[in-house]
């Protein structure tokens, strides 16, 4: 089937199905150009939505085609693989209206919103809740996909309602609760929804404690992390008895190096892409790595970051 639309003997137009909702649409997209960790190779097609709206029509067009869909933040969690994928990708980089105001401390903000800006946001209008997410390199789509947090928060203890595109190609809406978010997971994974958007739940504050506390978290994570490498952040979830960047660092780990990857000497649990790197020295390090810790862990470390890619 998927080949089958490679070749081009099916009759699902993609540059159509883009155009007729005015959604850009783009082919052969190199994906380094789309994850902050700067390798993998090309998308068949790539979307790029502006609003809520779009997105859930676009996905839902799509959804008629041969080739699987794949959603796309900030890339900041993703690392795709050199061949490629054969595989239609919605981004929400373009998916950035500022966020809007509803009632009492509600937000209504669109996924492709960048986190720390959003915290920003939130502070200028003494709305407190968000002060984690400063330094963040994700979008709001991607952080309620893996429930990302920091700083002791994560997002779905803020997150209200889940908007995400509904079957029909509409902007469905459901109304979620804490249990509904666990350690770097969340009911958007579980059941495999985009989330467009969402409607956060916010506190009042004050702008300065704010403004404060979100620069002591900005202060720690460029002491503590390599914020100005190329990463896809954290690569391994935190296993329970031990922090994982700990253990890589305590097993000697660190400064370990495949091609132009390297476990960074700053923090354990982040592969660095110094050298231009290609997919296969960054998965290779990430093998590397996994064989010492499921050795001193004696089970399987579970990967926080994802990995696309045709043979995944
Ligand atoms: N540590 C070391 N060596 C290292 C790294 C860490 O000894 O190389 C020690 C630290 O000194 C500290 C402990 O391990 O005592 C925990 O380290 P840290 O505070 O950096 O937190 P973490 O558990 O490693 C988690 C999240 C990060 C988040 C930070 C800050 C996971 C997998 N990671 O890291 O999230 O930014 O807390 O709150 O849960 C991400 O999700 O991609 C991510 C980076």
Redesign the pocket.
Known sequence: MIAAASMGSTSFDYRAAGERLGVRVEREVPLRTHTTMGVGGPAAWVYYPRTMEAAAAIHHALGQGPLPVRILGAGS?VIVRDEGVRAAVITTRDMRQPPEMLYERRLRVSAGQPLPGLARWAAEHELSGLEFAEGIPGHLGGALRMN????GGWIGDVVEEVLYAGSKGEVASRTVRAEDFSY?SSIVAAEGLFAVGAVLRLNSGKRDEIRASMKAFRNR?RE??PVTERTS??V???PGVE????M??RLGL?GTAIGGAVVSET???FIVNRDAATARDVLALIERVQDVLRDALGREPRL?VEIWGDDE
């Open positions: 969690n990302a947090g920091a700083n770097r994570r503590t992390q952040g954290c391994f979830v935190n922090p994982a960047g700990r890589i660092d660190k923090h354990g649990n926080e």
